[in-house]
T-cell receptor
Framework: DAGVIQSPRHEVTEMGQEVTLRCKPI?????LFWYRQTMMRGLELLIY????????DSGMPEDRFSAKMPNASFSTLKIQPSEPRDSAVYFC?????????????FGEGSRLTVL | AQSVAQPEDQVNVAEGNPLTVKCTYS??????LFWYVQYPNRGLQFLLK??????LVKGSYGFEAEFNKSQTSFHLKKPSALVSDSALYFC??????????FGAGTRLFVKA
């Protein structure tokens, strides 16, 4: 299995620009999570989906952030407009039930720098 | 609301010595508890979990963790540390639904 695939791995952009981060979960996983990691705030859960439906978006910092999951194999996290304080590593993770219930499989992350 | 506390920012141990990384949690209902490890510039990797049953859980790379309901703790342990165990360790809790919350992380440094 290829694991969770995130793109881009690195993104440098200027304040005010739109940023789109992409995630392909592990095939067959029905939960998808977006986390943000910073030194100051640690790992924050932004939003998670079940069967492509957003279940809890209470961690999304503000209206500039939006996430979609149009199908079981693709999700996006969009920031528009971006600000320097959005600089962080954004992780996507997927999960399923069965014997490995609750275990999250993380991608390698997308490191975002907003200048 | 659920929460996880890792009281130590960093743990230092000598290679070959036992190690403990502490974690306490707060959650309503029966928790699912997890430990993950993160190496530099990588995503988190699952180490072990407690859902129910035996309070001592064994996981990857020789790690184990002990669930203590009365103390609401889930400390990570290893009998003999390796230099290659040096990494960032996260405790996590899942309560209702699939919402998984992570602690702040503890950096483990194993000295040769």
């Amino acid at each position: 299995d290829a694991g969770v695939i995130q793109s881009p791995r690195h993104e440098v952009t200027e304040m005010g620009q739109e940023v789109t981060l992409r995630c392909k979960p592990i095939s067959g996983h029905d939960y998808l999570f977006w986390y943000r990691q910073t030194m100051m705030r640690g790992l924050e859960l932004l939003i998670y989906f079940n069967n492509n439906v957003p279940i809890d978006d209470s961690g999304m910092p503000e209206d500039r952030f939006s996430a979609k999951m149009p199908n079981a194999s693709f999700s996006t996290l969009k920031i528009q407009p971006s600000e320097p304080r959005d600089s962080a590593v954004y992780f996507c993770a997927s999960s399923s039930g069965g014997a490995r219930i609750g275990e999250l499989f993380f991608g390698e992350g997308s490191r975002l720098t907003v200048l | 609301a659920q929460s996880v506390a890792q009281p130590e920012d960093q743990v230092n141990v000598a290679e070959g010595n036992p190690l403990t990384v502490k974690c306490t949690y707060s959650v309503s209902g029966n928790p699912y508890l997890f430990w993950y490890v993160q190496y530099p510039n990588r995503g988190l990797q699952f180490l072990l979990k407690y859902i129910t049953g035996d309070n001592l859980v064994k996981g990857s790379y020789g790690f184990e963790a002990e669930f203590n309901k009365s103390q609401t703790s889930f400390h990570l342990k290893k009998p003999s540390a390796l230099v290659s165990d040096s990494a960032l360790y996260f405790c996590a809790v899942r309560a209702r639904g699939f919402k998984t919350i992570f602690g702040a992380g503890t950096r483990l440094f194993v000295k040769a």
